[in-house]
């Protein structure tokens, strides 16, 4: 069963969506909105980095648009979603209030999510399995300031775009896709995260961290990354019936202008 729409919103049993970064630059806040303007669910999970910390200690960022994210998400509560927030380590912050909830939203470590099919899913952000977090931190940090100044230039090149009429295009996953060492980097943790999640006796894991939207299975266990909302802007979604799928919002943009744009024929 594919999701209901009303009017021009999609409604999906559960939305998933990490590492949107508000508070800095590189936060595609605009699409975002439009993703949350165009889509319903009874339960939203928030799997981490919403809010980056690191970048907000160095220099203070906060747009209207990001204000804009933070009213529409409360919104949802009102309007009786469930929303649990997982904090990562970019909002390690909000960690130490694990188990509280602030104005409708619940604020866990970790959870286990029931599918409609009966399955249980693993839900956290992910950043416990990522081997330069934990070993090297410093190393993060560098890394960090490296992949700031990489979106700073995607900014300029999707404007570029923009001026030309071309649709969103992400540098930084295209980047990371032809470095050997990054998809490395990304297979592991993959296999690291659904080999811990199969220790805990549940059916699959739903994580964050590293920026890439993914649905596999691995030894059994079934794997799902919700991606970002940095440069792939991408959701992960379950179905009425319990089916998943990942959303890419700049696909789904793209395609509603086309639609938009395809001259109306008048009936014979």
Not at 66 to 91: C, L
Not at 103 to 108: A, D, T, V
Request: aromatic share 10%; glycine share 8%.
């Amino acid at each position: 069963m594919d999701a209901v729409t009303a009017g021009n919103r999609r409604r999906y049993r559960t939305i998933w969506i990490s590492d949107i970064h508000l508070g800095t630059r590189g936060c595609n806040a605009a699409m975002l909105i439009d993703f949350l303007d165009h889509t319903d669910s009874d339960t939203l999970y928030l799997v981490g980095d919403i809010i980056d910390g690191w970048r907000m200690r160095k220099r203070f960022y906060w747009p209207a648009a990001h204000n804009d994210v933070v009213r529409r998400i409360m919104k949802r509560v009102r309007r009786g979603t469930r929303v649990v927030y997982i904090p990562g380590n970019h909002d390690e912050m909000f960690r130490q209030f694990t188990g509280l909830s602030f104005g409708g939203i619940e604020i866990r470590r970790r959870a286990i999510h029931e599918t409609a099919d009966g399955r249980k899913l693993l839900v956290l952000h992910g950043d416990e399995f990522d081997t330069v977090m934990l070993t090297h931190r410093w190393l993060a940090y560098v890394g960090d300031a490296a992949y700031e100044a990489l979106m700073r230039l995607n900014i300029v090149v999707n404007r570029v775009r923009q001026a030309f009429k071309l649709p969103y295009w992400s540098l930084s996953k295209h980047a990371k896709h032809k470095v050997k060492n990054a998809v490395a980097f990304i297979s592991r943790f993959e296999e690291v995260v659904a080999h811990a999640a199969g220790e805990r006796g549940v059916d699959g894991v739903v994580c964050g961290h590293i920026h890439t939207a993914e649905i596999r299975e691995i030894g059994g266990i079934a794997y799902y990354n919700d991606g970002d909302w940095v440069e792939g802007c991408t959701a992960l979604v379950e179905h009425l019936d319990g089916r998943m799928e990942v959303l890419h919002w700049a696909e789904a943009i793209a395609s509603r202008e086309r639609a938009a744009a395809r001259p109306v024929r008048l009936a014979a």
